[in-house]
């Protein structure tokens, strides 16, 4: 048996949507370079390396007309991915086992995606990986491929090889986790900062992943980890006809973090290739996220600007304020990628009240400037210009807190009287995910009482939800509050829960983790 499908038997490596992959995204940041946009409505799309399918049965359940194939090597994870459709109602995905050396399809696909394969195999299957991606690639598609990359990946094999050092390859899976991980996190606190490796261990053992026992297992512990330089990775895509276009994260499109000194260096280099190695090597670059294209239809690689956005639409990627005061004064924190960003800009606060007032749906481009002057005007500020307005839309893309598209981003079906989990959640949920996929293709992270609810939402009636719910806490069934809150529980308190329940509802209906039940509202009408 292959050793790479035979670890992925011994531990398998749960899927999750990956927003980068999302055909809307990728096609609106092509736009923004004059690449290639392929449809996103009835597109065609292929995964190869799906393992258990959801990033792909996310996408189909999420796009319209979606037409997607996945395919993986592991029997097993194809199994997985078959019954998650099933049970989530998703038919527009299909399923096959196949090995990348022998895996032949003659149909083209608008989207090709290959996430975390290409560095985790060997030479000879990466050639066949590239020249699947080649022949199934439509003439002006999108092909995402992301991969391990030097020299920054260099530090990450410091890690790599001293877990491998204190494993042993024939234990148990979940054993040699426990145990690289125990001793990375002892070498990260013995080790001191001034020892180079010292630093090492502190910035990548003390890392959340290496609580993700599937990620230890498979990219720290893995036979094959093999990184390539930006060059290498070009000159293979070369040799199948393929040609790099950009990275599919709005931040490497401008490089926002660059020193004006770097910059002006690497300005002087006519070549993107050449400026995209040298950042490499200026910031220890350790993983790429690549769009490749057919190279008869590569750019002319524009500037990205007003024009550029004019066709596209804008999203945040999770809700903002209900209230937010866009006086210079005063500023504005919000949740922009892992992290919290602060914002003091009128006109910048100003696209985000806009943008969070109709959440989680997306805005035309085109409409913020107009809209934003009116909302400026009752604060006397000066009117702002497409050009200032795109510069704010990059900077915010640039720091996570949105998301450009080539398609606008729907609502997901509010809740109602009878609300229902959405149903790949739902799944997830029922087989202990931490993390659950909600409508908008993101992984969304709960609390005890949102999993409660989701549990309870099945189409009953939503004063049912919030009764069960409510007397769920007052029984202690879950931790909410404490014993001397709950020891006299008062009708001021479960009037208070009531209403905590009933926002905990709206608020999962928003991040698109719920929705209506149809059949209830059929049954009234009736």
Not at 69 to 86: F, R, S, Y
Not at 103 to 120: K, M, P, R
Not at 318 to 334: Q, W
Request: net charge negative.
């Amino acid at each position: 048996m292959n050793p790479t499908l035979e670890r992925y038997r011994q531990l398998s490596y749960p899927g999750r949507p990956y927003l980068f992959t999302h055909p809307a995204r990728l096609s609106g940041l092509s736009a923004l370079i004059g690449g290639p946009v392929p449809p996103v409505e009835n597109a065609r799309i292929l995964e190869l390396g799906c393992g258990d399918g959801v990033n792909l049965i996310s996408l189909a359940a999420h796009i319209p007309g979606v037409t997607a194939l996945g395919v993986d090597g592991a029997p097993g994870a194809i199994e997985t991915a078959q019954e998650i459709a099933a049970a989530t109602g998703v038919t527009s995905v299909e399923f096959v086992t196949a090995d990348m050396s022998d895996f032949h399809y003659e149909d083209a696909f608008d989207y090709v995606i290959a996430h975390g394969v290409y560095s985790w195999v060997s030479a000879d299957i990466r050639e066949a990986l590239m020249k699947t991606i080649s022949r199934t690639l439509a003439p002006d598609g999108l092909a995402y491929i992301s991969y391990n990359i030097t020299p920054g990946w260099h530090l990450r094999r410091v890690v790599r090889d001293s877990m491998l050092f204190m494993t042993a390859p024939d234990d148990e899976p979940r054993h040699q986790v426990k145990t690289a991980a125990r001793f990375a996190h002892d070498m990260a606190e013995l080790l001191p900062e001034n020892v180079m490796h010292g630093r090492v261990f502190k910035a990548y053992a003390e890392s959340a992943a290496l609580s993700d026992a599937p990620f230890v297992f498979h990219d720290y512990l893995a036979p094959e980890n093999n990184p390539v330089s930006f060059q290498d990775f070009n000159e293979q895509c070369a040799r199948h006809g393929l040609t790099w276009l950009m990275e599919s994260a709005a931040s490497d499109v401008r490089h926002p973090d660059l020193t004006d000194n770097l910059r002006l260096l690497i300005q002087h280099e006519s070549s993107a290739m050449t400026r995209e190695t040298l950042i490499d090597h200026a910031y220890g670059r350790d993983f790429r996220r690549s769009l490749v294209v057919h190279t008869k239809s590569s750019c002319a690689r524009i500037e990205p600007n007003a024009d550029a956005l004019e066709p596209l639409h804008v999203a945040l990627r999770a809700p903002a304020p209900d209230t937010i005061d866009i006086r210079e004064d005063v500023p504005l924190e919000l949740v922009a990628g892992r992290d919290k960003q602060t914002f003091v800009r009128t006109h910048t606060k100003g696209v985000v009240a806009l943008l969070g007032a109709c959440f989680p749906a997306s805005r035309p481009f085109s409409s913020l400037p107009l809209l934003i002057g009116d909302l400026c005007d009752a604060y006397a500020t000066e009117p702002i210009d497409r050009e200032v307005m795109a510069d704010i839309i990059l900077s915010l893309a640039e720091s996570e807190a949105l998301d450009i598209l080539s398609e606008p981003r729907r609502e997901p079906t509010p809740c109602y009287s009878h609300p229902r989990a959405y149903r790949l959640a739902a799944h997830e949920l029922r087989r202990g995910r931490e993390q659950l996929t909600n409508r908008l293709h993101m992984s969304v992270s709960l609390d005890d009482l949102d999993r409660l609810i989701l549990l309870l939402s099945d189409g009953r009636a939503r004063q049912d939800i919030v009764d069960r719910a409510v007397e769920a806490i007052l029984k202690r069934e879950i931790d909410l509050l404490d014993d001397d809150i709950l020891a006299n529980p008062s009708e001021t308190l479960k009037t208070k829960l009531i209403s905590l329940v009933h926002k905990r509802i709206d608020r999962l209906g928003q991040i698109g983790l719920m929705e209506d039940d149809p059949n209830a509202h059929q049954e009234t009408e009736e």
